[in-house]
């Protein structure tokens, strides 16, 4: 324990005031009070200093910064699942070990992505503008006419523990599930969720009516819903991304929402957070959350719990930490 103290963590945002309270308790710890990205130089700095560096998904951590690190710093401790803000090919020549917090987010995250497949066909924030708007002028056979769920086909793009998760809410609500992943999932799972694999996504496009997309961002992932995909996408369909905006080509998304290629959207993520392009804004078809999917209590504390373990188990050196990234699978 005397070890622990001695050790400088530094964390790049706030978390859970009991996940700093402990934090502080173990490790020599240095906060950032006002709790916005740190600017390049204070990451310069932050690396340079740290035995332990705690960063989050707004902090680019990219090959000339990893390069930049001090001898001392040994660990990334990311307080999140995603790591396409690391540099990991670099953090590995440095010889600095990566870990995340997988596992914590997956229920949150379903359920927020089943939210948005709900409320994007039955034009939920429509109906809600105008309920609020004071304009409201009661019932009426045709108002507000949305799409029903049930029935319908939704293809999952990833079939991770996310993945699966939506898929066995998606059963709930009366929905046949499809999905492409890289590899085919047990045929245990298949059998579980009712669910068809399509091995070539493009295959996959154009017999479903939403696609809901749970891949992690890699190089490979980077625009995989281009234009040309998004053509193969039936104009009924629903497009929800609650992964990493970067897996969807967002230019291409709007000029398809523009011409009716698609029926509409639900996206917790962007290319450019938090940058949100106006024209996506302007779209009546399009609901727009701010990156809030895994934002319950109980999530964020238990990813600070994980990073917690991560840290005390790379520091006591009996066995590597339970969540080490590993290079292979990560790209």
Not at 108 to 126: G, K, Q
Not at 161 to 171: D, E, H, L, N, P
């Amino acid at each position: 324990m005397s070890t622990f103290r001695q050790t400088k963590v530094i964390i790049t945002r706030r978390l859970p005031e009991s996940v700093e309270r402990r934090m502080a308790e173990l490790f020599e710890v240095r906060l950032n009070e006002k709790d916005k990205p740190l600017e390049r130089k204070a990451l310069l700095k932050a690396v340079a200093e740290a035995d332990v560096l705690v960063p989050t998904l707004t902090d680019s951590l990219d090959a000339e910064l990893i390069r930049s690190a001090g001898p001392k710093l040994k660990l990334i401790a990311n307080f999140g699942v995603g790591v396409d803000h690391i540099d990991l090919i670099a953090a590995k020549k440095k010889g600095i070990m990566v870990t995340n917090t997988p596992s914590v987010l997956t229920e949150d995250t379903a359920d927020m992505t089943m939210a948005l497949i709900l409320a994007v066909p039955r034009r939920l924030h429509e109906g809600e503008r105008l309920a609020r708007s004071g304009s409201w002028e009661g019932w009426a056979p045709t108002q507000m006419l949305g799409s029903r769920i049930a029935g319908k086909k939704l293809g999952i793009l990833g079939m991770g523990r996310i993945g699966q998760a939506v898929a066995r809410r998606a059963k709930g609500f009366g929905l046949s599930v499809h999905y492409h992943n890289r590899k085919r999932v047990h045929k245990s799972i298949e059998q579980e969720l009712g669910a068809t694999y399509y091995p070539d996504l493009s295959a996959m496009l154009p017999e479903i009516d939403i696609l809901t997309i749970h891949c992690p961002y890699t190089r490979e992932t980077h625009h995989l819903m281009d234009a040309e995909r998004l053509k193969g996408l039936r104009r009924t369909a629903y497009l929800i991304n609650t992964a990493r905006g970067s897996i969807i080509d967002e230019r291409a998304l709007i000029k398809a929402l523009q011409k009716s290629q698609l029926a509409g959207a639900g996206l917790d993520v962007y290319e450019k957070e938090p940058f949100i392009d106006p024209k996506l804004v302007a779209l009546d078809n399009v609901v727009l959350i701010p990156h809030m999917c895994s934002a319950t209590e109980e999530a964020r504390t238990e990813m600070g719990e994980k990073v917690l373990i991560n840290i005390m188990c790379f520091l006591d050196g009996h066995r590597p930490p339970p969540d080490r990234v590993l290079l292979e699978e990560a790209l």
